[in-house]
């Protein structure tokens, strides 16, 4: 092979390599939501974000749209690090302070409500759409507490009643025992706080519960469908430092010259953007996805070497 050849080869995988770090930098989906007790965004989102039954759900569609309840899965901080009562102000809680979700802040006393007991045991549940190490927070709210009015911090518990780091993954569902605070009666709030451990990045849910009765049975909320939810972009630093590296110039003439091997070596842009997506929900890390986009610009070479050297023997045989 002529040095010009090696050159232009040499020249796509390094396309490819840039390829790989713009497929591995950090795009992933939206991750989860509190499933029992039901959280407000994702028993808004099991109603129907189009035509929502209950009064609660229609007022927050009214004033946020749809667009958050298809997102049931990503009221999150990129950046939160443990930082949360700082970058979360009062009556902002629910929204997680993101506008997109401001519907789920609206304080009402007939947000939909599960039943609990108070002082029983009891196994809360949160539905993980891609799992990651880290630390869940449990909070309840106090008697300061009024449904009617913006929830703040002040009206939760100052500590967590329960917290629990790295639990057990069963059926996309990250299984959390534990104990409702004895003492409680009427509507009260919990705030769950997952934040992950591999990341700066923090999820948040509220959940309305009663100990009335007068609520839901725990446990009979239908599970969202595994691939629902939109995707975000990490906005972690790591995130930001994997961006990806220019595109040498000799390496968009290489392509120019052989599109009969590049159309042959790369997949189409919805079979790529669907492969995304399901590494993304199943959890698969960012070095996964790397390597797969390596593979593939691996490939693009290969496709390339073997197109020139069709050409070289078209060439040769032409002479003869």
């Known amino acids: 092979m002529s040095a010009r050849r090696t050159t232009t080869v040499a020249a796509l995988a390094v396309a490819g390599c840039a390829l790989a770090g713009a ?29 929502p039954k209950s009064d609660a759900c229609k007022a927050a569609v009214s004033l946020g749209g749809t667009q958050a309840m298809y997102d049931w899965n990503g009221v999150r901080i990129g950046d939160a690090d443990g930082q949360h009562r700082r970058l979360i102000p009062d009556g902002r809680l629910c929204s997680a ?32 759409t891609a799992p990651h190490r880290g630390t869940f927070q449990l909070f ?23 917290t629990i780091t790295d639990p057990q993954l069963v ?3 990250y299984v959390l025992p534990g104990k409702i605070p004895a003492g409680r009666t ?3 709030l919990i705030y769950a706080i997952w934040q992950r451990s591999d990341s700066p990045e923090a999820f948040y849910s509220c959940s309305d519960v009663v100990f009335d009765g007068s609520g839901s ?14 995707g975000h972009v990490h906005d972690s630093p790591a995130a930001n430092a994997a961006a ?23 997949p189409a842009a919805g079979t790529r953007a ?47």
């Open 217 to 230: 049975a725990a446990g009979t909320a239908a599970l969202p469908a595994s691939d629902s939810g939109v």
């Open 140 to 162: 309840i709210t106090n008697s300061s507490y009024r449904p009617s009015q913006p929830l703040s911090w002040s009206d939760l518990e100052p500590t967590p009643f329960l």
């Open 274 to 320: 669907r492969a995304t997506e399901q590494l993304a929900q199943t959890g698969t890390d960012r070095a996964t996805g790397m390597t797969a986009a390596v593979g593939a610009s691996f490939v693009l070479a290969g496709g390339t070497v073997a197109y020139l050297n069709r050409r070289r023997r078209a060439a040769g045989n032409h002479a003869r």
């Open 171 to 173: 059926d996309g569902q």
């Open 23 to 51: 497929l591995g930098s950090g795009t992933a989906y939206a991750h989860g939501s509190m499933q029992n007790p039901l959280s407000r965004v994702e028993g808004c989102y099991l109603e129907g974000p189009e035509q």
């Open 244 to 266: 990806p590296a220019a595109v040498p110039a000799a390496a968009v003439n290489a392509q120019a010259q052989a599109p009969a091997a590049a159309a042959a070596a790369a």
């Open 186 to 188: 009427g509507r009260q």
């Open 97 to 128: 302070n993101n506008t997109e979700f401001a519907g789920l802040d609206l304080p009402r006393a007939d947000w939909p409500a599960t039943n609990l007991t108070s002082g029983a045991d009891f196994t809360f549940r949160f539905r993980a």
